[in-house]
């Protein structure tokens, strides 16, 4: 049974696929596809309806759009502004009429490289917050969204949860909404940091690099909270679970490997995830991957996404 | 009269030494100096107690301890162990009994050198709140203060007061004291980056590199905050206003000056003043003068700030 | 007379401006203004062409070209494209034909905010000769130029004068051609942050925030060297004496003043200069003056001159 | 055969162990140990004293001193001055005498977290190289060592060779010997982060995390070459292979494995090791492996290795 197997993803795209394989559909949840050949971006909208469908695929009821582009990493002129574009759309769609204010929460580490995602994106920003309190919106642009960040630091920084830092300031500064940006652990070294996922849940416990301990969602902070992730790793143990697969798939395709697999081919899925596990170290449980280039890709990802916050909350005038 | 003219120093010791040169006690001003000659740390206490004296000095009522140390910004194997001792040393004098927990707070731009400074002392705590929560104290050490700390970032970059960040995780995390590092502004260069100054007074208006607009203290928080500063910027018009001055001293001392200064000789302190403000562009109140070093000279007092925190909040087995 | 007077500034249109003053036309120094309206850019061409104009206006003979926009330090959703177009314009005509390799570096400490002008600029740069190397230039695109660029930090770092490293790494890569980048003082807080030198005299003693000590020029290094600067400080010392020149006008004009200034008035300029470099502190010689927002303005000013040299410097196809 | 299956170590420690296991004995290959049980320091000492040894190994002719200490990367309130006082003395002994003057160069990535090991420790070096060329040695101090250092980068971010970069210094500045300081890729997650090695064999291709494509060794610069190294990250690809072995280790013991391993325990270790980098992805081979907290470690790790470094090169009076 595939549920009591953990191999970690915080992408809903990849936990769907994963029934994909074992071509199961799941009732609650609904999935959309969108491919926009002439800009290279491949949308994908997976609605997680019931709390049935919220059980099969590991994560809460709500909206996950993901936004995949194969060359998204890659330099480009124009910093990919057709991605911030998207990212501006999808965001003004998902947070709907009546927002005045946001606070931007760029979660993980800014001293790790593929953690340093959401504190980036934060320094690119276009901070209103201050001017608006001390000069008013712009003259008659009443739709001007109050834009406020912080970047909260990790635990081992800062003695706290990331969610007492978060909920303290909400507490203090009321805003309307909560976005929070972090780096995501994918399932599978082909998504990194060519995914933006986009997601009404906001972030919950055992998402990000750093593994948060307590969720930043409605249902804690009491305001609506949208997340925005990059896969920019993939846990150690998964890695190593990826290529064991590899070898089992092999054993039940190929006569030969069958052979060669012996009694393990006649083992079921279930027994073969328990033999992987016992054999991965468990060290690697405190370890990710992650490419070499990751600097430069984090510095890319970090300003297009910050262009998309931008051009989603100047007011009206520069409005895509 | 010299309290309507504004040169500002964020240093109680600056403050009273205007008077002296007036030749002027001030009541509600006590003042005790110590030198310790052979490890080179000249310590004063200006103790402000009344309201009358906080008037006066332009100060709150308090105590302001001053650590000078000449070499202090130079290199030093141990990385002025010494400093970082009596750090910890007046610190727990001003802290008194029964405090369990403390949230540091790392005031400043992580972006601007000479504004770093506290940013930078949060980076080498040893933080152990999260730790604490998890598996307790460490055995038999009742003493153990639990560490907290926090980098709120400037206005520019949050939107937000930095006060208002402050509250909002002090009412979350309930610690029984906040200690803020600032970096400061000085009245003189010659203080630059070897004075440390220690107040039970907390942060208040306009003070500060990055001038705050209100305050992070006992009154608005409601614990105790003790605030360490260290002088690494003067403001730019406070180095104009010197040479001003310097040449108003000359004119009234010399006699050749005298003839020189003419009816300049004439005018009393006050029109001086007012001579010297309307001279100096008004772009310099947006500016700061700074030495050229200031890199490796933050780094070093960051050093021995946050080593004195660690030895002061250490447990029993560690302290000095 | 002015020469011998010393107010350090690495602008030529400064160096200019103090003639103006005086009402001196220099011979062997020709100027060209041209001011684009609509887009807010006003450009000054200073042709040094004789060893006399050179003396005069104590500068090299050469090239100086100065790119103002008041905004330049603005935010900007383009990022301030209309000067990086204007930068790559000038590089082309500056340069010449036949360049095939480009050396860039990006003078100037990193760790000190607004001395990391050329580190930063270096750090958003496409370098394209490993690429070259291992595969070719782009087919068919054989004005393809090879870049490669280096930060060599400060001596205070290396214990080594920048051109000891530039000239090392030229002699054994062999470019065409150097461009050097890097944080100038101006003479003036109004220039501050909002105009860009490229000069095609190189670095020259004595320049630069971190005042490099031996020139990096063609004289030296055999190829020629374009030097490209913003001034982001001003020597602590300059501004100082800006007020005290003030004082001296003011004594110089007013009637009361003069009366004011008696004896003052009967000065010489060349005394009134002695008696204001008596008055100014020694210390303030190794200090700047720098605005408190410079982070952000360093940060703007960086992209948008590696995006010129970016546009300079891609193939055919990419160029404006 | 063992030499034609390559998994990545930079440690000659490892390189050794590999040996042990298949329990041979190598010809021109000496090894010592010692054991500091109350410092808890493990030194190593393998000496490749011929081309059979070096061929074997896989590792230049040369010596390789590893330290161990379990501890190295927990926090310590002396920063681990046993380590740094080690490190020095074992410099001292490989550097012998008479060298007046050293570059120290600090290899690797500084914006990626275990690539910046080498920048790191640059950063902390007392730099002496420009003092003595201004004021020469300190009086009577004729054994103080000129310290000069440079962080090339890597080829992404300069587009040249690291060996173009340091070769072309040493020609201009002539120093007596190199030290370089990388981040090493280990073969096991064991080693990370509590391993030194030292030797005199310098840099050569193919090692550290950012894999050098040319060597930076006596042969190549004409002067002796230091290398300093920690294992900061381990290949993703080996990760992978190390489950795989144990995979086939668990075969080739258990009696039930035999059993389930069928044919695939008739293979020999060639071919396993064949089957096993077919299922590996080939984009694990861009990617490494790295523990969650890098960032507290490389710091650490850093500053106790310039501390070695200053130890070493200080003058007479300051030694240990």
Not at 194 to 218: A, F, K, L, M, Y
Not at 295 to 309: A, N, P, Q, Y
């Amino acid at each position: 049974m595939v549920e009591d197997f953990q191999v970690r993803t915080d992408l809903a795209l990849e936990a769907r696929e994963s029934y994909e394989e074992d071509d199961i559909r799941i009732r609650g949840v609904r999935i959309e596809e969108e491919e926009d050949k002439e800009r290279e971006i491949y949308t994908s909208v997976v609605r997680i309806e019931t709390e049935n469908g919220a059980k099969a695929m590991g994560k809460p009821v709500g909206t996950y759009i993901t936004l995949e582009a194969p060359n998204l990493s890659a330099p480009d002129e124009g910093c990919h502004r057709e991605i911030s574009e998207e990212i501006a759309r999808h965001l003004r769609a998902l947070l709907g009429e009546g927002k005045r204010s946001v606070l931007i929460v760029g979660l993980g580490n800014r001293e790790v490289t593929p953690d340093a995602l959401g504190p980036n994106v934060v320094g690119n920003l276009h901070i209103t917050r201050h001017m608006i309190r001390e000069y008013g919106r712009a003259c008659g642009d009443t739709d001007e969204v109050s834009v406020s960040a912080v970047v909260p630091g990790v635990m081992a920084q800062t003695g706290m949860e990331t969610l007492e830092i978060v909920q303290g300031i909400v507490r203090e500064t009321k805003p309307d909404l909560v976005i929070a940006i972090d780096a995501l652990a994918a399932r599978s070294t082909r998504r990194l940091n060519r995914t933006i996922q986009i997601t009404d849940t906001g972030i919950n416990p055992g998402s990000g690099v750093g593994n948060h301990r307590e969720g930043i969602n409605q249902e804690i902070l009491g305001i609506p909270v949208i997340a925005i992730g990059v896969p920019t790793v993939v846990d150690a143990a998964t890695i190593v679970n990826d290529t064991m697969e590899n070898l089992v798939e092999a054993m039940d395709r190929s006569e030969s490997m069958q052979q060669l697999g012996g009694m393990l081919g006649t083992l079921d899925k279930a027994e073969k995830h328990q033999l992987i596990r016992e054999l991965i170290s468990p060290q690697l449980n405190t370890m990710f991957v992650t490419p070499k280039d990751i600097d430069d890709t984090v510095k890319r990802l970090s300003f297009t996404i910050s262009e998309g916050l931008n051009l989603c909350f100047a007011g009206q005038q520069n409005k895509v």
